[in-house]
């Protein structure tokens, strides 16, 4: 009668075990299959825009407007919907002299200094959805940080507009940080098809305007025109 009892206990413990295992596989099942799919929210943005550098100064001492190749790379947050928000990080790199109280740009036999520019935009898109394309509209502001130092076989002691390539290097520093030249308002288009369900690629164009030439009426030294490709991905 004890090995009955016993035998009969260890198998209602037993069944009791396997269906609590069954149902906790089932809750498991369940779930998986009712959770929302994990998504990113956030584009990583590529662009390559050669660009069009407005230089109306004398070109009898500057050089001529430059075409520059700015390398940008930015994010877009989020990656859907009708609003969003990009910021941009752009480089490149031009040559300037200094000649009557300004820094133009120079073509590299007169040149005084080579520049590293760094622009950062900060654009809202707006963004029309359609069925294999993204148009965006994106004006914005951006921050034009710019940094001379003296070019390739300049030395600092070379003759300047000022008397030294030295004193040249430092009045074309002052200059960029000077009158809020450094502020630009910038506006972009672009139109997007898809080439995967995740990567997004076509054409973009921009516009970008140093404020200094509402403010102080300098004119539009260092207005910027680009068009070139855009990766989203």
Do not use: C
Request: glycine residues 8%; negative net charge; without cysteine.
């Amino acid at each position: 009668m004890k090995r009955v009892i016993f035998f009969v206990t260890v198998l209602i413990f037993a069944t009791i075990g396997l269906a609590a295992q069954e149902s906790q596989e089932i809750a498991e099942a369940v779930e998986t299959e009712t959770s929302p799919a994990q998504t990113h929210t956030i584009d990583f943005v590529l662009q390559f825009t050669p660009a069009f550098y407005l230089n109306p100064g004398n070109e009898k001492v500057s050089g001529p407007s430059p075409v520059i190749t700015p390398i940008t790379m930015g994010l877009l947050i989020p990656n859907k919907g009708f609003l969003a928000f990009q910021p941009t990080l752009s480089f490149f790199s031009m040559n300037h002299l200094w000649y009557d109280g300004n820094a133009l740009p120079a073509e590299i036999e007169n040149r005084t200094s080579t520049t590293l520019s760094f622009l950062l935009t900060l654009p809202a898109v707006l963004t029309f959805d359609f069925k294999q394309t993204r148009i965006q509209l994106m004006p914005g502001i951006g921050i034009m940080a710019r940094f001379a130092m003296l070019a390739n076989n300049v030395k600092s002691e070379d003759s300047g507009y000022t008397g030294s390539a030295d004193s040249d290097l430092e009045e074309i520093n002052k200059w960029f940080w000077s009158d809020g030249r450094f502020f630009y308002l910038t506006s972009e288009v672009s139109w997007l098809f898809n080439v995967s369900d995740k990567i997004k690629a076509g054409p973009v164009a921009g516009w970008y305007f140093p404020v200094v030439a509402f403010t102080k009426g300098k004119g539009f030294q260092g207005t910027i025109f680009s068009i070139g490709m855009k990766l989203s991905l």
